[in-house]
């Protein structure tokens, strides 16, 4: 039987990289799930383009080996004619929106393809309710959350009902509750016939880890560090009194106080929108807020990660970013932070690039050279994270603890923070729900409870 996706050692080379991504091969059947994985930039994300016909369409390089989509070969087939046998769920889901409105993008694509009116509403209201995206079909999609997005762009693909759907890291941004109702939905589809390619470091729980087929791309293991010693800061709090953020007409946060010391990692936990980033950017001062945000060190020394790192890189090269601004800075404090990073291999690769999990740890690079850092804010520090660099990021936020910054952490990997974090604050509907030690969370029946709205 013809393979629905079939690849011939497809390999890419991109311009400024020393070496070609690949080759890698693989067949492909209706119904089947096959799970691929392998560490931090060994080249998931590149693969999973080619299978998609995104290279060598929309990617400058030397593409070599073959693609065949149903038969035809991605070269020869245009794009939007791929697109409706093949979907792609990339890990930046804000690349993927295009419409004004939640209920628009899910209906794009649908009239590209040249769906009739009566079959696109049809497919847009199961569509809505089978994502959880009804109560949200009106608003734009620049405004949801990092998870809501995400769930979006799944919504929108599996609209398009493709013959195969390709998940590259599809899960990270979700809470426990919206991954197991996806992953479900998506099971749903495959007992249908659409295959299913999921990029994932780590799957979904109910019943995907064992039906996978299972690939493993290769690389050689991360060489451990030893962590130089960092500058020490002195004791600290920040309190926070009243915090209230409005988006719009939205509430988004209301009635947040806390007090947070520094030498402390602290785990900002919660359901996709309950608030998590709007924290972080209202504690390092980038989201007018409504209360009081008082640094007893005397300023505001805290500096953020986004979660989507393409919003913070913009220089040549990985040495010029880190270098921007802080010319100054001595060449012990760059190459630790290079090497904190696992970037040294890439210090004059331009940052665009690197995978979404090496543009991460880039972004942590740069704020760790931020002259007068006190503290951290990292959101979803671990999206995109093989298990070595998550261990990695742990003993970073742990030494730099240790030095005395205050590192909180957003995220939806509990185990995660359960091993690595002090404390943990739970936020629900905009409002702090929980606030305790981080060894709850090793408490089955506390983790337990913690899943169910994380």
């Known amino acids: 039987m013809t393979p629905l996706l079939e690849a011939s050692q497809a390999a890419f080379h991109y311009p400024g990289r020393e070496h070609a ?6 067949s492909v059947h209706g119904g089947e799930l096959h799970h691929i994985r392998g560490p931090s930039g060994c080249g998931k994300s590149t693969f999973a383009r080619m299978l998609a016909g995104l290279i060598p369409h929309l990617y400058h390089g030397t593409f070599s080996g073959a693609v065949q989509v149903d038969g035809q070969r991605t070269v020869d087939t245009p794009l939007w004619q791929l697109s409706g046998r093949v979907g792609l769920v990339g890990q930046n889901p804000a690349a993927q929106l295009l419409a004004a409105t939640v209920r628009d993008e899910v209906l794009f694509g649908l009239e590209n393809l040249g769906v009739s009116r009566a079959e696109m509403q049809t497919r847009l209201d199961a569509t809505l ?3 959880g ?6 608003r734009d999609p620049h405004t949801l959350s990092g998870g809501e997005q995400q769930r979006l762009v799944l919504a929108s693909i599996a609209a398009r009902r493709p013959q195969v759907i390709i998940l590259d890291e599809a899960f990270s941004m979700l809470d426990t509750r919206a991954a197991a109702d996806i992953a479900d939905h998506l099971q749903r589809l495959r007992r249908e016939g659409t295959a299913l390619l999921a990029f994932e470091h780590r799957l979904p729980q109910n019943g995907w880890r064992e039906d996978a087929r299972p690939h493993v791309l290769a690389r050689a293991p991360l060489a451990e560090v030893s962590l130089p010693e960092w500058r020490r800061v002195a ?3 920040l309190r926070v009194r009243n915090l209230a953020v409005t988006l719009g007409r939205r509430r ?4 947040i ?4 010391a520094g030498g402390r990692v602290v785990a900002l936990l919660g359901a996709n929108g309950a608030g998590k980033t709007t924290l972080l950017r209202a504690l390092a001062g980038l989201q007018p807020f409504d209360g009081d945000i008082h640094d007893d060190s005397g300023g505001r020394h805290l500096g953020l990660c986004f979660q989507n790192p393409d919003q913070q890189i913009f220089n040549p090269t990985v040495r010029q970013e880190i270098l921007f601004g802080n010319g100054g800075i001595d060449a012990d404090l760059y190459g630790s932070a290079l090497e904190l990073s696992g970037l040294a291999p890439y210090e004059y690769t331009p940052p665009l690039l690197l995978s979404e999990g090496e543009k991460k740890r880039l972004a942590l690079a740069i704020l760790l050279t931020r002259p007068g850092l006190r503290g951290l804010c990292l959101d979803e520090p671990t999206l995109g994270q093989d298990d ?15 030095a005395g910054y205050l590192c909180l952490v957003a995220t939806h990997d509990v185990e995660w923070a359960a091993e690595w974090c002090d404390e943990f604050i739970r936020l629900h509907n905009g409002r702090i729900a929980a606030h305790r030690n981080a060894t709850a969370l090793r408490q089955p029946e506390d983790e337990e409870r913690c899943h169910a709205t994380v």
């Open 388 to 402: 070595q660099h998550r261990r990695r990021i742990g003993r970073v936020v742990r030494h730099l603890a240790a």
């Open 133 to 138: 995206l009804r109560s949200m079909a009106d």
């Open 21 to 26: 991504v690949g080759p890698f091969s693989l």
């Open 235 to 237: 004791p600290w709090r």
């Open 252 to 255: 988004v946060l209301e009635d």
């Open 257 to 260: 106080d806390l007090t947070l």
């Open 129 to 131: 309710d089978a994502f």
